[in-house]
């Protein structure tokens, strides 16, 4: 295990695959500025500063990647996907199909997105799941360094164009990497991150930690609560939060991107369709409000959900059952 | 030395020092480790410039480098300040942060830091002046980097400002830096005028360093707009003085040309022309300066000193009042 930042296992990813594979390259507004050492290691022709222009920097990795390389483009903020979106969403995500399968996309679209730096709605927007929405896509979120080194290498492996989404105020946060260039996480498996039988937490990103803070807090009034990270969004890992809810029978999921027709509202569906006779409380989403992302500290820090509210809605499902059991610890 | 019998050339002299210093103080603000600005250091005859040439009933467009347009239209340093701060006294009530300030009651709209957000909203903005929108005549002036020239939307929205005819003036404030990438790597060297002369546009490349130049350019585009109600463009060749945004250590910048570009540095051209004339002596100069830095000093204790905006109103202005613009 190596300590490092999430910043410097994203880099480490990129360096790595692209010493395995030649046909990996990287492209992007800026990347050989900030990634020197990649361009000196791998050349002008593999790490590519680009014209300001995502529509065509998308285009060219949807290009590219159906002719034989594996393209990483960098998009910066994931608000400038949408210059991108007719090559990721109409492109990458459709041509597979519509070709009858004869194209494969392996390319991968790194952006930054999240609150805690004030920069306001143009370059701060969660808005992941819309690219959850299109077919063909696929769609990940980590919210640890191992995770963030081993589905970004995972990623660029895939044949499938993914949307690889790094929450801004996690960069410079650091955890245990595994050692080696064979570390992989395969996407669309979420993990435990701490286990409980009384409620399940589903999130992805930084508000990964809001749960587990809400869990610290929940653990000392006598309340387990089994904390998970889905990291890949799509492909959904439906197994594991299905296995969770069906011990707890409570589902909260926090997200800070706003609530309709997100992955909270997906994640809900997902319950009340498959695990209906186990819910002994309705589903609760804590999320981002249907409003653009402000600047000013104060509105962006009410945006977001919090370990309390979360501690709060908990306390609200479990009312009943906590009452219980306080009588039975006084007996 | 008062604003009242400050001949035009002074004036714009004084408005430049009132752009750096509102700049260079949120920079060293910033240093603290607030959220940093992009600057326009070095670009300030650009703004003064050619906002100097417009009229009450103009519109114009900026993008995230935009104190310098927004001071060169009068806008208040301290609700600038404020908004930048993200307090409740800005222009946008604490909600653009310093990347997307319009200012409607100054006719700035639709700031957008989406790189060409810009470009694609100022053909409307003209077409609907053109369409009897606002006070007649007015025409719409969109500010826009070099970087904004790579977009496809660049050639779209002067595509279509030619066959409408729309009273429109680009301005390319050509400051050869796209962020952490040199013009040089992005397009041919003369491009963005070839481009634009090649969708029909009359082009004028300025020396955007010489206020003066600057001036008398934008004069001349603006007049020949209002004649016969079509498009003009100005590139505007300056260079990015200061880091992207900040901070920044510009480690990735040629020392000399940077060193080149700093030695033409518009405030001190200006000075030195005015200095040269007689217009101005070094006292007086010493002067100016205070002054915009005491006008400066004040804004800076007006945005500290202004309200956070109240967390339960997030969600307003998210949604129009239904009626309430009707
Ligand atoms: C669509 C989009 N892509 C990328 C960015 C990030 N970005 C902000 S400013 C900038 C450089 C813009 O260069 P230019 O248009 O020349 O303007 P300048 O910053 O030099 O004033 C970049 C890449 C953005 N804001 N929007
Ligand atoms: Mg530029």
Redesign the interface.
Known sequence: MTRMTIEQAIHQALAEEMRRDERVFLMG??VA??RRDLMQDFGAARVR????????IAGTAVGAAASGLRPVVDLLFA??L??AMDALVNSAGKLRYLSGGQFDFPLVALSMTGSG????A??NHNLEAMFVHAPGLKVVMPSTAADFKGLLKAAIRDDNPVLFFTDLALLHQEGEVPDGADHLVPLGQAVVRRVGADVTLVSYAKTVGVCLQAAEQLQAQGIAAEVIDLRTLKPLDETTVLRSLRKTGRLVVVTEASGLCGMAAELAALAVTRAFDALRAPVVRLTG????G??????E???LPTAEAVVEAVQGMLGDAVVVREALATT | MSAVGMTDTLCRLEAMLLIRAYEETLVEFQRGGA?GTCTSVGQEACAVGVVGALESRDRILTNHRSAAHLIARGADPGRLMAEVL??VDGYC????????ISAKELGVVLT??????ELSMAPGVALAQKMGQGEPGGITTVFFGD??A???IFHESLNLAVQWQLPLLFVCENNDW????HRR???PDNAIADWAAGHGLPVATVDGNDVEAVHAAALEAVAAIRADGRPRFLELVTYRLRGHFEPDDQA?VDADELARWQARDPLQSQADRLLAQGALDADEFAQLREQAAARIEAAMVFAQASA??D?R???HH?YAEQGAHS
């Open positions: 507004e800026g500025t900030k500063n680009t014209p300001l222009a995502e529509a065509i608000p400038f949408t210059y730096w004030c920069v306001g143009q370059h409000p249907d409003a653009p402000a600047s000013s500290w104060v509105l820090q009410a945006a | 959220p993200g307090r009530g604490g909600r653009s942060g310093s990347l997307h957008s830091t989406i790189v060409g957000g970087g904004a790579c977009e496809g796209q962020a952490f990438v790597e992005t397009m990735y956070w905006p967390p109103t997030l969600t998210v």
